[in-house]
């Protein structure tokens, strides 16, 4: 890896953080800094769905959350948008089932940078296992974040991975809040992937906080 902070990306997965523009609250600049004060460990800047900016306005504020990422030594991943990753330099790429391939992500973005995939099933799992750095499960939960979500599965593809891909960090993402957090962990994930939970908070730091 090319950047000191993620030497251990366990370590780094441990509180996981997702936001663009359309799930913001308030100013997206304001609530992830307020985040990064609370604690969180890895960024990822997800600006997709309806209302999602595009273009310059998207590139704006993913260079912004950048440096503000940086300032905290917290890795910053963008999701899908292979090329925007690059131009910037970003930290890594997440990518679902339904964006790129990730063995011709893995091949564009290097053996340097962080891939994560989002993973359903034991055989993109299994896929997954080969080419990515993580893999993010779910939804554990039920989940409004995503329009895309699909049905909550629980923890058991979670304590499938553990079982047999003991080596592969992996988070859980869907509906995880501060109470339910430990039912994740416990089933073996390393960290919690979460979007609403922090980012509609009234207090933002706090529910960061909270996660630890």
Request: hydrophobic share 40%; charged share 25%; proline share 4%.
């Amino acid at each position: 890896m090319n950047r000191l902070y993620y030497q251990d990306i366990r370590k780094q997965l441990e509180i996981y953080f997702i936001l663009g523009s359309q799930n913001a609250k308030k100013d997206p600049l304001e609530t992830v800094k307020e985040a990064l004060e609370g604690g969180i460990t890895c960024f990822q800047f997800r600006e997709k769905g309806i209302g999602s900016l595009q273009g310059a306005e998207k590139r704006e504020l993913a260079t912004s959350l950048f440096a503000l990422c940086q300032q905290y030594h917290v890795p910053f991943i963008i999701n899908d948008d292979v090329d925007l990753a690059i131009e910037l330099d970003a930290d890594g790429v997440h990518v679902g089932q339904e964006d790129e391939d990730i063995a011709s992500v893995r091949e564009k973005i290097g053996p340097s940078k962080m891939l994560g995939v989002s993973v359903h099933t034991k055989e993109e799992l299994r896929r997954a296992a080969e080419l990515a750095d993580y893999v993010g499960i779910g939804p554990v939960f039920g989940t409004r974040s995503k329009d895309d979500a699909k049905e909550p599965a629980g923890t058991w593809l979670i304590e499938h991975a553990t079982k047999m891909y003991p080596s592969l960090p992996k988070v859980g993402i869907g509906g995880i809040t501060p109470e339910n957090a430990v039912i994740v962990r416990n089933a073996g994930a390393d960290g919690v992937a979460v979007i609403s939970a922090i980012a509609a908070s009234k207090d933002i730091r706090l529910t960061a906080n909270l996660f630890k």
